[in-house]
């Protein structure tokens, strides 16, 4: 059975078993490629991903805009928030595409508050009892990370970036290497030719 896909080899003939090896084989070496494309170039995939964002932002802010002056049956108040928010987003996307490295600082310095809040939060409210030395450990490790991407924003999103390259790298080629093991367990039914 494929743990990948779900694909259970003596459901399907030969020629699909072929098929689908073919599909899992392209998925893996697809994978192979972003891992190693981000470990080579990793400023250039910063820079693509904060683009995404920034276009994100953009059309998020043009679909707001356009719903506050659609929106039928409103407040007058919701309407305004909505196009306030749509224009907040088309001004902050359109700056992420023109410097995406800021839109990078951004994103990671907000997970950077979130993570020592997160950890603040879990050592106020500490559980009382068993585990406690673990929830400790959570919240200083949360707070550690939060500050270390608070100072170092780019830094700390390159390392995770190259973390999830290498992990890219190694599911794609656990993903060959099960698409090469993949067989019929029965052997399929031939027709015999009659001379």
Partial sequence: MSYFFAVDPSAI???QIK???????????VAVIVGIAILVWPN????????????????????????????????????VFLAVLGVLLVVGGAF??????????????LIGFT???E??????DLPRGNGTWVTVLFGLISITAGAVVLFAPVAATLIWLQITAV??????????????????????PHAHVVS
């Fill in 96 to 109: 992420v595409l023109a410097n995406p490295i800021f839109g990078v600082t951004v994103v990671a310095t």
């Fill in 115 to 117: 993570w020592i809040l």
């Fill in 167 to 188: 992990l890219l790298i190694l599911a794609g080629l656990m993903q060959v290497i099960h698409a090469a093991s993949l067989r019929r367990n029965s052997p399929e």
């Fill in 44 to 79: 250039a995939t910063l820079a693509v991903v904060a683009w995404l964002f920034g276009v994100y932002f953009v059309m998020s802010g043009i679909a707001r805009i356009v719903k506050a002056f659609m929106v039928r049956g409103a407040r007058g108040s919701y309407r």
């Fill in 19 to 29: 098929t689908v090896k073919r599909v899992i084989i392209l998925a893996g070496l």
């Fill in 119 to 124: 950890g603040i939060g879990v050592l106020i």
């Fill in 13 to 15: 003939s030969s020629s």
